[in-house]
């Protein structure tokens, strides 16, 4: 599988092996969560040389409206909140500074999730992947503690009603402004 070696990405938060993945041109994973680091970790992997490609995973939950989607995700995200143990040290602080109750939208926030309607969620999706200059994004809809059918909606939700928008959204701002 030689196409393989053009497709492997470092999923890090290390600098050294950050610098090292940079080095030897390999592709960059920012990883499924704290989202709210991966504009500065890409930073990081460009201002250390790296010049492959870049990708993340975002767990994404989708309902018919933004309230919808809060509702179904709060309880799941406040108990993997409290269970969560963060990878690195720096974020372990931030957890624990946090306590086990923060505000729903830190836990959100600091989880990296996007959940919301259909808008909202294409809005999150093309604000994230511009932010982070990402060439892909993978997304996952089974969260934790919520049932197959419902991350199954969720994804046929986005296929049907996120992906037109956030298609919508790019082309938009590929237009020339005029005057």
């Known amino acids: 599988m030689p196409e393989l070696a053009d497709r492997v990405y470092v999923a890090t938060t290390d600098e050294r092996l950050l610098a090292q993945a940079a080095r030897l041109r390999q592709g960059y994973l920012v990883g499924m969560f704290g989202g709210n680091r991966h504009a500065s970790m890409v930073r990081d992997f460009r201002r250390l040389g790296g010049s492959g490609p870049v990708r993340a995973v975002r767990l994404v939950h989708v309902d018919t409206d933004d309230a919808a989607a809060i509702r179904r995700v709060a309880p799941v995200a406040r108990r993997l909140w409290t269970q969560f143990v963060p990878p690195s040290p720096g974020w372990r602080a931030v957890k624990e500074q946090l306590g086990l109750a923060p505000p729903l939208g830190v836990i959100l926030e600091q989880f990296g999730w996007i959940v919301g309607g259909p808008s909202t969620v294409a809005s999150a999706v093309v604000e994230y992947a511009s932010a982070c200059g990402l060439n892909g994004l993978d997304v996952a809809f089974h969260l934790p503690g919520i049932p197959d059918e419902v991350a199954d909606r969720a994804m046929a939700d986005f296929a ?20």
């Open 160 to 179: 049907t009603a996120v992906i037109p928008r956030i298609r919508q959204l790019m082309h938009a701002s590929l237009e020339p402004i005029t005057t």
